[in-house]
């Protein structure tokens, strides 16, 4: 009985010591936790902004150019209320007859150069279309359409560009005639009559 009895202790003892060199190598096979490459993800919003930078790019010439024409645009339309109020202010006797004579032509000066910025812009979309033609990328029916785009803005800037050149004539000739008369009245000079004729003579157009 004490010889089993020893050997039942014997075993259990010898399980455990097993059991315990088991635990240590499968432990020592594990790497540390601090070994080896660590994974790194990026917060969602990381990747968000990650992917609006790539959409959008700093320099984005398609996005300056929409900027560009948004400001224009803006600028016309303050323009168009500053001139609809230019008559009723100068009968009100708030601003001068030249500022509000100002106003109408500074509203066609930025119309004229609005008209230009779209014929320039439909003139790069059309050679744009040109080389993607050539590469076959391109269907005839497009590259028609821009060409008539490129039409229709050419008659437009022509026809702003022709009301700009009348509005600043007339108003030249207006300046004349006001230099005159207040040289007749005593309260001019003749240095501004000269530089008003002088710039008179300019606004005419080439024959």
């Given amino acids: 009985m004490l010889f089993l009895s020893g050997m039942y202790r014997f075993v259990e003892a010898l399980l455990t010591m ?4 088991t635990v240590f190598a499968l432990d020592a096979d ?5 070994e080896g490459p660590t994974l790194k993800i990026d ?4 990747i968000q902004n990650r992917d609006r930078e790539e959409s959008s790019p ?8 929409s900027l560009d024409f948004a400001n224009l645009e803006r600028d016309v339309a303050r323009a168009e209320r500053n001139a609809d109020s230019a008559e009723p202010l100068y009968k009100a006797g708030i601003i001068s007859k ?4 100002e106003r109408v032509i500074k509203l066609v000066r930025l119309q004229a150069k609005l008209a230009e910025a779209r014929l320039q812009e439909a ?14 990328s391109v269907a005839s029916n497009d590259l028609e359409a821009a060409e008539r785009l490129v039409n229709e803005a050419t008659q437009t800037a022509d026809r702003v560009t022709e009301e700009l050149r ?11 005639q006001r230099q005159q008369k207040l040289l007749a009245l005593g309260s001019g000079r003749k240095g501004d009559l000269r530089r008003a004729q002088k710039l008179a003579d300019l606004q005419q157009p080439v024959q």
């Fill in 30 to 34: 594990l790497p540390a936790p601090d």
């Fill in 58 to 65: 700093d320099g984005n010439p398609n996005a300056e150019r």
């Fill in 98 to 101: 030249i500022e509000a004579e």
């Fill in 43 to 46: 917060p969602p919003l990381l």
């Fill in 123 to 136: 003139k790069g979309d059309l050679e744009q279309l040109k080389s993607e033609r050539l590469a076959g």
């Fill in 18 to 21: 097993l059991s315990a060199a």
């Fill in 166 to 176: 009348r509005t600043q004539t007339a108003a030249a000739a207006r300046d004349v």
